[in-house]
């Protein structure tokens, strides 16, 4: 495996200064602890910033304004949520199966953490660039969906546990047209990591189309975009936290710091997405670099790319209503499912004519 | 490779931990919902295990369906056939003298393994590439393991087509 | 219903039933059959088969304390012509008991229990005759006459035992998701979910007890009773005009439809004529309620739907319907604006123009809720052809209002049995094909267009007519004289209608809401069994319920 070295050569001098002053081998794990930690901060802080923009955008297009109040435009809103969240008292129901019931906040966390590991956020800051990232993030992204039934048949209610076999029935069934259509940029890149599948859509066509795959397969941008909203558990596929049929779902009995944990994974998720769909189908972090701070302006194309596709998020969640579930299922499998194995096929072909 | 390093013992330590841990859970825990817990960490540590033998693809492939899939098969069906309450439901837990005789058989069995690999030459075949091992590995299972692929798809197809057919039958009946 | 109609129909009855039938036609037109005991199914059967009465339109009791008699009102209607008949069965008050009316029609189901739970009265034969409204351990029955009130608080439940809901054979315990009842094939598949009294989208406390097979519901007990605050008790002892207000406590979002029912109720029995710039106004303000109300239950519905956002945006439209009310009367929500003999006060000189800026934009608002809401292909595969309500299940169990429209039925009391002014307006009345989810929810858009052209009509009709009187000659301590009057209009959630009773003393003797919502909703097992938890919920939006009025 690749150290974690991808990073601006972070590696040697990191440990290297430690190793001054502790044990080489306590130096490594403190290197890579920080790495963790440091994934951590970033997921809060996207889950913080996203959350503000998500109820300013939300609240705009409901003619109405928003978090005004704390801070200038509320910026402070999230801020003062999270110290509300986290000063509030953990209540554990009686009943329910402490071990899952505790665990299950975690466990949603740490996949949101783990997809986090092989985001292509710049040439040179990817923290594990894996030979196999795409495939990484996709299994991952389905250890969430045991992160939920556990949530929801821990919590000994009867809501929570039809939210959590909901959410399962979602994640699985729409993780198959996902890989298929992730299958398709992975084609015309010809390999499964991140940063090669970035590198393979540098340039342009007729000097002005940038040569990203969204346009050699927009279908496949689509199915994907689409099966990012359910796996994350966005509108219009929020049945599992179906706000209005099942309280709220695996998230019922859950309050203070452990919803917000929840609440950060939902966030963390949503923008991995966006950033996966960057990844494979916007281009990446490709983008015209000035020449002031070049090594930052990838990083603003990526995160400028991955904020808009959010920004398309929160609008269809503002303006589309959910599913029913056989609706749901239904929509997956008959529909899905087969359009991204034409998908395949249309890629297949065109792989057939670039080479 | 030569000689690990402290960093590479701490991992190994923890993921064996885990595993050996997880195993042993699954054994003893008297919820069943709690050994598959346990379980589901058992194989997370058998897929660091093999990310720390740079055996990527294996890794992911142990996460996506051992945790992702099989353990989540598995949770539906205890939900499903679960007799009596959740908390003393795995019945099987070994105590007195079945625990005395499974583990005098497992230390037999274990003794006997741990010669067999510390006494056997091990040579590594040197085919496999160090990298793009997943070009490798699609070109071997395409070209020269096609039967094998082949027989594992329809093998997939079997059992989807009889899932259909059960559930289908579920919706007749009711 | 013409005199010479009504003089057939009093003769054949008479001649029908005999001595145990006494038919009377009292001065306000509707024929009143006095029936004994032993015989009121048998009447009520003939009266449904032979005359045509199918729709059991109310079921009420009134305590005749002076006579001893507990009177139980049952007024049938005939939707097709229309045509209302009152078959009254006074009862003797020390022990009354009567043949239940659900064999002939099932409506009576909840009303009976209703009269039971506030009068005491036993209907023999009633498949579940328990109290609907107060706790099953509530003594005494506080609509009679001598019920003293006393101190008594329902008993504690211990949240872990929880209370037992009574399917219609047998007892089920709610406790955890292992509990089964190995009901239908045998097999311990069905579990109960509690949609309980606090729950997003109950639209006020209502609690439905669901069996469900998986996602499919399979039976559904609907528990009501959590908002009964006694209004029809409260009001026998305030005087006729303090009972305004909380008629505008029933269906707290058309205030002035619930005004306009009983005060007119109120002329009718007291003779009282209303000058007809009040009456314009009060068609006006009506109108302007029905639509405030219908947009509200199309934001709800898009909201249990899941559309965060069209709910909101039909708020921005009603603030602008509040801030005409709190223009007329200084209340927004609750606004008490009718009196008995016409309006409160004029209408200001702002208010025309402000009415007229809010005419030209609504059709504005409307197409944006259709861009959002209506034309959205998720909402139309949630709504179209989820529920089947036939003419025969509305019709069965007395459903008024847009449902009853939706199956196709055509009956909207303003044109059938026009009220105040709705004769002299052009207007046409929506009608569905389906009787699904979507007619429920297309109906009441199609009903805020028709409104809107009500609207502009009276409001070119009050600048025609001019300034004058908005209130009537009103004795200043009203004592009606002794005697009964109904009247039923159409409000946005069905035909409501109010009965009073007076005995010539300045409080009403007896108060009777004839909520369409509370009947309504006994057909909601049926209409929800087989489908799944999320048309459950749009099903229910459908009903538009307003547990106000359900409650009482």
């Known amino acids: ?355 | 490779m030569g000689e690990p390093t402290t960093g590479k013992i701490i991992v190994f330590s923890v993921l064996t931990a885990m595993v050996i841990g997880g195993g042993l859970g699954v054994v003893f825990l008297r919820n069943v919902f709690h050994a598959l817990v346990a379980m589901v960490v058992c194989f997370l540590g058998v897929a660091g295990v093999y990310f720390s033998l740079q055996a990527d693809f294996l890794a992911v492939m142990q996460v996506l369906i051992y945790v992702g899939a099989v353990a989540v098969v598995i949770a539906f069906a205890v939900m499903l056939t679960r007799r009596g309450t959740m908390a003393d439901s795995n019945r099987f837990v070994a105590s007195g003298l079945q625990l005395a005789i499974g583990a005098a058989v497992a230390a037999g069995v274990g003794v006997a393994l741990l010669r067999l690999i510390c006494e056997t030459a091990w040579q590594a075949s040197g085919k496999f590439p160090a990298t793009d091992v997943t070009r490798f590995l699609g070109e071997a299972l395409l070209t020269r393991l096609p039967i094998p692929f082949e027989i594992a798809a329809v093998l997939l197809l079997v059992a989807l087509v009889g899932a259909v057919m059960i559930a289908l039958e579920e919706v007749h009946k009711s | 219903m013409k005199t010479k109609d009504v003089e057939k129909k009093k003769a054949a009855l008479s001649k029908r039933f005999g001595e145990a039938v006494t038919v009377t036609l009292p001065k306000d037109g509707i024929l009143e059959a006095v029936v004994a005991p032993p015989q009121v199914v048998e009447v009520l059967r003939a009266l449904k088969e032979d005359y045509d009465f199918h729709q059991l339109h109310d079921l009420t009791a009134v305590d005749y304390i002076k006579d001893n008699q507990i009177t139980v009102v049952y007024r049938l209607m005939n939707l097709e012509k229309p045509d209302m008949m009152v078959v009254k069965v006074p009862l003797d008050r020390s022990q009354p008991e009567v043949a239940t009316a659900t064999d002939v029609y099932p409506a009576a189901n909840w009303l009976e229990r209703e009269v039971y739970d506030y009068f005491g009265v036993k209907f023999t034969g009633h498949p579940n005759l328990t109290r609907i409204m107060l706790w099953d351990g509530f003594e005494g029955h506080p609509f009679r006459k001598d019920f003293q009130a006393f101190d008594q608080a329902p008993p504690d439940y211990d949240p872990f035992e929880t209370a037992y809901v009574d399917f219609s054979e047998g007892r089920l315990q709610l406790t955890d998701v292992s509990s089964n009842g190995n009901r239908g094939n045998g097999s311990p598949r069905t579990f109960i979910l509690n949609f309980g009294p606090q729950h997003p989208s109950t639209h006020g406390v209502f609690r439905a007890a669901v069996e469900l097979d998986g996602e499919t519901i399979v039976d559904l007990k609907p528990v009501i009773g959590y908002l009964h605050r006694g209004l029809e008790k409260i009001v026998e002892n305030r005087t006729w005009a303090q009972v305004i207000p909380y008629t505008d406590r029933t269906d707290y979002l058309a205030t002035m439809n619930n005004n306009h029912v009983y005060v007119l109720a109120v002329e009718k029995l007291a003779g009282i004529q209303v000058p007809p710039r009040a009456e314009l106004i009060r068609v006006l303000m009506a109108e302007l309620n029905r639509i405030h109300s219908h947009l509200m239950a199309i934001g709800c519905l898009g909201l249990d739907c899941g559309a965060i956002t069209p709910f909101l945006y039909v708020w921005r439209e009603r603030e602008k319907i509040y801030d005409l009310f709190e223009m007329v009367c200084g209340g927004r929500l609750l606004t008490t604006y009718f009196r008995i003999g016409g309006v409160a006060r004029d209408l200001p000189e702002e208010f025309l123009p402000c009415l007229k800026k809010l005419l030209t934009e609504m059709p504005g608002y409307i197409e944006q809720y259709n861009n959002i809401l209506s034309g959205n292909e998720i909402f139309q595969m949630r709504l179209k052809k989820v529920a089947h309500l036939t003419k025969e299940m509305a019709m069965k169990y007395s459903i008024t209002g847009p449902m009853l429209r939706s199956t196709g039925i055509n009956y909207d009391v303003r044109k059938v049995d026009p009220y105040s002014l709705y004769s002299q307006f052009d207007f046409q009345v929506p009608l569905g094909k389906n009787g699904d989810a979507w007619d429920f929810y297309w109906l009441r858009v199609l009903e805020m267009w028709q409104s809107l052209r009500i609207v502009w009509q009276a409001t070119e009709y009050l600048e025609e007519m001019g300034p004058g009187p908005v209130m009537g000659k009103v004795p200043k301590a009203l004592k009606p004289p002794a005697g009964e009057a109904y009247v039923h209009i159409e409000s946005p959630k069905g035909d409501l209608g109010c009965y009073v009773v007076s005995d010539g003393g300045p409080n009403p003797y007896r108060f009777r809401w004839r909520p369409p919502l509370f009947i309504n909703l006994q057909s909601l097992p049926e209409l929800v069994r087989g489908w799944k938890i999320a048309d459950f919920i749009a099903i229910f939006a459908g009903y538009d319920a307003v547990m106000g009025e359900i409650d009482r």
């Open chain 1, 1 to 355: 495996m690749p150290d974690v070295t991808q990073g601006l050569g972070a590696y040697e001098v990191i440990v290297g200064w430690l190793s001054g002053f502790t044990p080489h081998w306590l130096a490594e794990v403190l290197y890579r602890v920080g790495a963790g930690l440091l994934i951590l901060t970033l997921i809060s802080t996207l889950a913080l910033v996203l959350v503000y923009i998500l109820r300013k955008v939300m609240g705009h297009m409901q003619c109405r304004l928003g978090p005004r109040v704390t801070g200038p435009f509320g910026l402070l809103q999230t801020a003062a949520d999270a110290v509300k969240l986290m000063q509030k008292e953990d209540i554990i129901p009686t009943n329910v199966d402490r071990f899952l019931f505790i665990l299950a906040p975690y466990v949603v966390f740490f996949s949101c953490g783990m997809i986090f590991m092989v985001l292509p956020l710049s040439p040179t800051w990817i923290l594990n660039d894996l030979e196999v990232g795409v495939l990484f993030f996709v299994a991952f992204g389905s250890l969430a969906s045991f992160g939920l039934l556990m949530g929801g048949f821990g919590s000994n209610n009867k809501y929570s546990l039809v939210g959590g076999m909901r959410s399962v029935a979602q994640v699985v069934s729409y993780e198959v047209p996902m890989v298929l259509a992730i299958l398709g940029a992975v084609m015309l890149a010809g390999s499964l990591s991140m940063h090669q599948i970035v590198v393979a859509q540098e340039g342009m066509w007729l000097g002005f189309i940038p040569k990203w795959f969204i346009f050699l397969q927009p279908l496949g941008f689509v199915i994907y975009f689409l099966c990012g909203l359910a796996e994350t558990g966005q509108t219009p596929f929020d049945l599992p936290e179906g706000e209005s049929e099942l309280v709220a779902g695996y998230n019922t009995e859950y309050s203070g710091m452990r919803f917000a944990l929840f609440f950060l994974a939902e966030f963390g998720n949503l923008f991995a997405i966006s950033a996966m769909a960057t990844t494979l189908f916007l281009g990446g972090w490709h983008g015209p670099v000035f020449s002031f701070l070049p090594w930052l302006w990838p990083f603003v194309w990526f995160m400028a790319k991955a904020m808009a596709l959010t920004f398309c998020m929160m609008w269809v969640r503002s303006t589309w209503l959910r599913f029913r579930i056989d609706q749901m299922m239904d929509f997956a499998w008959k529909i899905l499912v087969p359009l991204s194995l034409l998908n395949i096929f249309i890629t297949a072909g065109e792989v057939a004519i670039i080479r």
